[in-house]
């Protein structure tokens, strides 16, 4: 079905009363051609199964199914938005809808190889989706994943800057970050109070075993959880000065002054620690 035969994004919004709400951290993208430029960062999608969270009224779903890919789940865990993609669904049968949360979901179970995650996230549960996600990079070809600008910069921040933190570990070691597009609040309906841009995450050929993950989650969580305290001290429960001194790093540093590859050398050492 071609786009100008189905109902205008806002005649959707009013049938199924989809004014967004704050809990669930809706903010839809109405603008058929900002959807369009988000679903190409995802690059050609010709013979992939892309997994989308949050579609709300289906700005972005739509955007998907004009690409070649061969499927698009759509995962929605409000009622009034599955039933409105559910719409959407009926009209392209590579459109499968899942009603559920997805903090709940291994995405992986939804479609197969190759599989790419595009999403507008809900700002309010994108982090943890994230963190969950980089555990299984492996699975994944591409994740093109709209963030509060503040989260974007997080993960593709370099050390040493304000905004160098665990997201920026936890996304470059497990995948190459670009921060693409930043997109302002009027672009959204109803709009933020912030800005918006997307981040491509390409998952590294090589990816660490689960048992390095959870020890770099530990490891990171304990750095940078009272950032100004010196590693010595902020890593104690970990072995602490003896830890970093196997790693060859002055113990009176700072997390954020680590490189992702010298969290990756403590990371290894905690596991044989």
């Not at 992939?48 to 698009?72: C, I, N, Q």
């Not at 789940?73 to 392209?92: C, F, G, N, W, Y």
């Not at 790419?116 to 070809?141: D, F, K, R, T």
């Not at 994943?145 to 974007?152: D, N, W």
Request: hydrophobic share 50%; charged share 20%; net charge positive.
């Amino acid at each position: 079905m071609s786009g100008d035969r189905r109902p205008p994004l806002r005649e959707v919004i009013a049938r199924h009363g989809l004014d967004a709400r704050r809990k669930l951290g809706q903010h839809f993208l109405l603008d058929a051609n900002l959807v369009g430029r988000i679903a190409r960062q995802a690059g050609p999608l010709a013979g992939r199964h892309v997994v989308e969270v949050g579609p709300g009224p289906g700005g972005l779903t739509r955007a998907l199914l004009a690409t070649d890919a061969a499927s698009v789940t759509a995962v929605e865990v409000d009622p009034r938005a599955v039933a409105a993609i559910k719409e959407l669904a009926a009209s392209d049968a590579r459109l499968r809808v899942v009603e559920a949360d997805a903090l709940e979901l291994d995405l992986t179970t939804l479609a197969p190889a190759p599989r790419h995650i595009v999403a507008n996230l809900p700002y309010n549960i994108a982090s943890p989706l994230l963190v969950g996600w980089l555990s299984q990079a492996a699975a994944w070809e591409r994740l093109t994943l709209m963030f509060q600008l503040e989260v974007a910069e997080r993960i593709a921040a370099t050390p040493g800057t304000p905004a160098y933190g665990r997201l920026s570990v936890l996304a470059q070691w497990v995948c190459a970050t670009e921060l693409r597009l930043k997109i302002p609040p009027t672009a959204f309906v109803p709009p933020p109070n912030v800005w918006s841009a997307v981040v491509v995450l390409t998952p590294h050929p090589t990816q660490p075993e689960a048992a390095m993950f959870t020890a770099m989650e530990r490891l990171t969580a304990a750095a940078f959880g009272q950032r100004r305290k010196m590693l010595r001290g902020a890593l104690r429960a970990l072995g602490g000065e003896s830890l970093l001194n196997r790693a060859g790093i002055a113990p009176d540093r700072r997390g954020e002054t680590l490189t992702v590859a010298e969290f990756d050398t403590l990371a290894r050492l905690t596991l044989a620690f």
